[in-house]
């Protein structure tokens, strides 16, 4: 069974950036049929897809957020990453990596709140 | 971006109904390899959402056959032929047909 699981502060300074690890365990972390997504849920919003990583680094991001947004891996530690530059109160959200095997997003952390505040 | 808009918002039922949730998008999620890219969550609080359908219409590993999901093009229906205690929720439906993929606003399960 796939399972992944995010880690990182859970309080960030406004116009400082937001790091986040996803490790993800019990699967094939090279496989090219896999992308590793990051997608957050703001307050009394909804669902919003900030961006995806393949196992050779290639990257995706949503429009909304690409001029602030990192995405990168390492194989080796079966690890993705998240980095948001620049944040604001808007960006307090709980934070969700998950997996895309052919459109299909199977598997999801749990979950982590960031707040970002003063 | 494509726009995913579910009705109803809320819904209460009592538990041993039938419920039933619909979601359209802007544009078909019928892609050329005649796949249709739509996924149905069940979200339950404190919890991260998790799969119930996948390609409108199969179940993901797991899930009870008392959820059924229908529909092609731009509309798309998610049925509970009789909805058990543990279905209360809310419910999502994401399409990944093309980036950015996005959401349905959620349709919070309630019971009557």
């Known amino acids: 069974q796939v399972q992944l699981q995010e880690s990182g502060p859970g309080l960030v300074r406004p116009s400082e950036t937001l790091s986040l690890t996803c490790t993800v365990s019990g699967g094939s972390f090279s496989n090219w049929i896999h992308y590793w997504n990051w997608i957050r849920q703001l307050p009394g919003k909804g669902l919003e897809w900030i961006g995806h990583v393949d196992y050779r680094g290639g990257t995706s991001y949503n429009p909304s957020l690409r001029s602030r947004v990192s995405l990168s891996l390492d194989t080796a530690q079966n690890q993705f990453f998240l980095n948001l530059m620049s944040v604001t109160a808007a960006d307090t959200a709980v934070y969700y990596c998950?997996?895309?095997?052919?459109?299909?997003?199977?598997?999801w952390g749990q979950g982590t709140l960031v707040t970002v505040s003063s | 971006d494509i726009v995913m808009t579910q009705t109803p918002l809320s819904l209460s039922v009592t538990p041993g109904q039938p419920a039933s949730i619909s979601c359209k998008s802007s544009q078909s999620l019928l892609q050329s390899d005649g796949k249709t890219y739509l996924l149905w969550f069940l979200q339950r609080p404190g919890q991260s959402p998790q799969l119930l359908m996948f390609e409108s219409s199969k179940r993901f590993s797991g899930v009870p056959d008392r959820f059924s999901g229908s529909g092609s093009g731009t509309d798309f229906t998610l049925t509970i032929s009789q909805v058990a205690t543990e279905d209360f929720g809310t419910y999502f439906c994401?399409?990944?047909?093309?980036?950015?993929?996005?959401f349905g606003q959620g349709t919070k399960l309630e019971v009557k």
């Open positions: 998950a997996r895309n095997e052919s459109g299909t997003y199977d598997f």
């Open positions: 994401m399409q990944t047909r093309e980036l950015p993929p996005t």
